[in-house]
């Protein structure tokens, strides 16, 4: 089983956190930091049999939460098309 820590103690604004992603997930440059590109990039780059820790959830500013709402919802609906692919909120 393959272990990756998204780290978003750092993250003060939406851009950040798309930067944060495409390191963490190793995103080619063409990706397009929104919504609809995390969706396909997450499919295509995330291994089956892969636990993502999220950490830093706790530090981001309050105007950060509806929008990583949206991004674990892509992240629960991702989790259903590969195979033992997880998400965990550390802190």
Request: charged content about 25%.
């Amino acid at each position: 089983m393959t272990k990756m820590i998204l780290n978003l103690t750092e993250c003060k604004s939406v851009l950040k956190l798309h930067d944060i992603i495409k390191e963490t997930f190793n995103f080619p440059n063409y990706y397009g930091k929104n919504l609809d590109a995390l969706w396909d990039c997450l499919r295509g780059y995330c291994r089956p049999d892969t636990t993502i820790y999220i950490v830093g959830f706790n530090t981001l500013p309050k105007n950060l939460y509806e929008y990583t709402e949206k991004i674990f919802k892509i992240f629960e609906d991702v989790k259903q098309e590969v195979k033992n692919l997880n998400f965990e909120i550390i802190s």
